[in-house]
């Protein structure tokens, strides 16, 4: 049977004119999440913040110590990871580190902080720790 072009064009205005979203009723209880006022990660996470406590500026000497300590494991250290391992403020951090550090701003090591010089107790050719070149 042979649709007429009048046809299509009611058919066409009658989808057109139609609204795209419609009310529905419903008839049973929707089950939504309610929002949480604050999530188990989030209050793990403060409990064990304050059972650790602020970060206490340790005497200036004990820092440097833990320092050597750490760069005599490894030469080149990222500044958030001297933060974590020393539970020490990071203002005062890198006060101590201007000090006996030197801040590399150059590739492979970019971003990094080493120990001067003077406070290296390794050669220059090998950087593993060993006999000192100087004495």
Known sequence: MPVSPVCVSRRCIEVSSRPERTVQKLDKVVNNYKPVKDHIVNIEYEARKKSEGKRDRKD??????????YFEMHQYWAFS?????????PAFLKEVLKEIGHYNTKNPHK?????KEEYRHYSK????????STS
């Open 60 to 69: 200036k000497s004990e820092v440097q110590d833990l320092l050597f300590k």
């Open 81 to 89: 990871d001297l933060v974590n391992k020393t539970r020490q403020p």
């Open 111 to 115: 971003n990094t902080w080493e120990l």
């Open 125 to 132: 050719d090998s950087g593993q720790p060993g006999p000192s």
